[in-house]
């Protein structure tokens, strides 16, 4: 099955359109010759348009006279930039863009500025490309299903390989979902090429979600700081033995890293130095972490002995810079060895600087050599100022304001909100629905409703705010549609939802980077299949919809699990290229386009697995 899954031709079109193209119709981001990008909207009924990207902060657009919405901003150093547009002071994203920040609360669209001359670190070259898999596992410290990411070096599926690998645990900043290393920090790319270059070691990567409890109805009682924890014991207890038992890892301190960006670095050196039996390469990008670990600051001879790789990243304009110097400084009193690097340049906390810190690290880590020589050539921690940025209860208040759960399941119904005090009317706009619904406001400014039909289906839906599609902001699901994309509501009492799975084998989404012909993602299930099941997405679609939206892998898993199917292979695209057209195969096809929402499609598609793939 390991090899079938290497043979299916799949690609990821996500990450291989840059939205900085010029196209035949007007395009949304243009990057000119001078550095500079040129941002257009259209909406001819707008008052005030904005636009708010990461190298420029907030800018106002102007107005033609067929309402088409203009500014040039910059120039700006290549790289990939969060963005959005503000239009009558509500945050949307870029209709037009494919490429969007995965993330629990803000919705952002991605900008790729290219270089000129040369290439960037992240740059998708004609190297070999390893393998993206998405995982379902079921933690027994959470109580549920959880999800994870995991990178396959280009050569684990070589046939008949046999080759062990080291495993790099990567976790993801605060509100960050475990897409945003793959999608946004483009880790697999980074590595991908440094491989190729002989700069750094072959390794799986896996991209845990650094806010596990948010999956669950109701969070475990002892959750402490961000979850904090819950997820050490998740990924130690659960995530951990599931990779080691369906990967061929190397299972020992020398050959597991930890580390993560923000929260995820401070979840990782937390969870690392507190299990330096397990792990003996850390890495903190934009963070720190707590001062009072037991048996790690005042036994240093022994704790440096256990630790390959101690390092640490931080922008002397990020707003953790202070509190994260502070620990440098810390770690040096107490004779705990660790490597330190700044930026002055990549806007602070920021995206930018997670790439150039995994580029920096991925040539040190599993290479002790390396490790060792960049170990005794580290400098103290750079002095203190007296000015610089502290992370204070004010500054957590500042980024992180008191959340509006939407949507909200109760046991009268869903209940949708947005808080859009300056709009005049937000309507629910939804499938299942021909007509938006309106939304009350309340004195705070935030308007909701409650959807009581139709209250275990998954749907896609958005608010309409005085006659603009907005997505979510509270609903960290996201349609992965072409245009415009729909928030999708996911509820946990869905029979197929991660929150009622339960304890039960899964198969895995395989996303193969090499073929970049065939929009494809490819299921493989547990168990060998003679049934092929070809899911063709939708003309707004994109080869994620049938997973993302319609559940495929999760509602599979459930019926095989239940003994009401048998094992099958579902591809999302209508090629049987790779070996799947042999004649033992049966061969089904489901078209979303005979379907008109997504509730009739996976109902189609459960009937299918019942009704022609029986048990």
Not at 305 to 334: C, N, P, Q
Not at 336 to 344: L, W
Not at 513 to 539: C, E, H, V
């Amino acid at each position: 099955m390991k090899s079938l899954c290497f043979a299916i031709c799949m690609a990821l079109c996500l990450c291989a359109t840059s939205s900085c193209t010029q196209e035949k119709t007007q395009p949304s981001t243009v990057c000119n010759d001078d550095g500079t990008v040129t941002f257009y909207y259209s909406n001819p009924n707008a008052k005030d348009v904005q636009v708010d990207v990461q190298f420029a902060g907030r800018n106002p657009m102007q107005r033609d006279e067929n309402g088409l919405w203009t500014v040039t901003l910059g120039p700006a150093a290549p790289d990939m930039y969060p963005y959005c547009f503000v239009v009558d002071g509500i945050s949307v994203m870029d209709p037009q863009n494919p490429l969007y920040f995965p993330n629990e609360g803000f919705k952002n669209s991605l900008l790729e500025i290219p270089a000129k001359t040369g290439s960037l670190v992240h740059d998708i070259k004609d190297v070999p490309h390893g393998q993206v898999e998405y995982i379902h596992y079921y933690s027994k410290s959470l109580g549920g299903t959880n999800n994870a990411i995991v990178y396959l070096p280009p050569s684990y599926y070589n046939n008949g390989s046999t080759e062990q690998y080291p495993v790099f645990y990567l976790i993801s900043g605060t509100t960050d979902t475990e897409e945003v290393y793959y999608k946004v920090g483009r880790m697999n790319y980074i590595l991908d090429n440094l491989v190729a270059e002989g700069k750094a070691k072959e390794m799986i990567i896996v991209l845990p979600y650094g806010n596990p409890t948010k999956l669950l109805p109701t969070p475990p009682t002892d959750m402490m700081g961000f979850g904090m924890d819950v997820f050490g014991k998740d990924l130690v207890n659960d995530l951990m033995p599931y990779v080691e038992s369906h990967y061929r890892t190397i299972n020992d301190s020398d050959h597991r890293g930890i580390g993560g960006f923000s929260r995820g670095g401070n979840q990782g050196l937390s969870c690392g130095l507190t299990n330096l039996d397990k792990f003996s390469y850390l890495c903190s990008y934009s963070s720190f972490t707590s001062t009072t670990l037991p048996n790690v600051y005042d036994n240093a001879g022994d704790t440096n002995s256990k630790i390959h790789l101690f390092w640490l990243g931080v922008g002397t304009d990020d707003f953790l810079y202070g509190t994260a110097r502070d620990y440098m400084e810390f770690l040096d009193k107490k004779g705990i060895r660790s490597v330190k690097e700044y930026t002055h340049d990549k806007y602070g906390h920021t995206w930018m600087n997670a790439k150039y810190f995994l580029d920096k690290t991925f040539r040190l880590l599993f290479n002790p050599e390396a490790s060792e020589e960049a170990m005794k050539n580290s400098q103290p921690a750079l002095a203190a100022t007296g000015k610089e940025q502290a992370f204070t209860p004010s500054v957590m208040a500042r980024l992180f304001p008191r959340p509006i759960i939407s949507p909200d399941f109760g046991s009268d119904g869903i209940t949708f909100r947005m808080k859009a005090p300056d709009a005049q009317e937000v309507q629910l706009q939804t499938e299942l629905k021909e007509k938006p619904l309106a939304m009350q406001k309340d004195e705070e400014g935030v308007w909701s409703i409650t959807l009581k039909e139709n209250a275990t289906d998954v749907f896609k839906y958005c608010f309409l705010v005085d006659g603009i599609q907005v997505a979510d902001p509270s609903n960290m699901y996201l349609s992965p549609d072409k245009g415009f994309k729909f928030s999708v509501c996911n509820n946990p009492a869905n029979p197929y939802s991660l929150a009622t799975l339960g304890d039960i084998p899964h198969g895995k989404v395989c996303y193969d980077l090499n073929d970049k012909m065939n929009n494809a993602k490819y299921y493989p299930p547990t168990g060998n299949s003679k049934f092929l099941i070809r899911l063709i997405y939708g003309k707004e679609d994109t080869s994620e919809s049938w997973f993302k939206v319609g559940g495929a892998n999760n509602i599979a898993d459930k019926l095989l699990a239940d003994g009401k199917t048998q094992p099958c292979i579902m591809v999302t695209n209508a090629s049987t290229k790779g070996g799947l057209n042999n004649a033992d195969m049966k061969v089904y096809t489901l078209k979303a386009s005979d379907y008109k929402t997504w509730p009739e499609r996976r109902k189609a598609l459960e009937q299918l697995l019942l009704d022609k793939i029986q048990k």
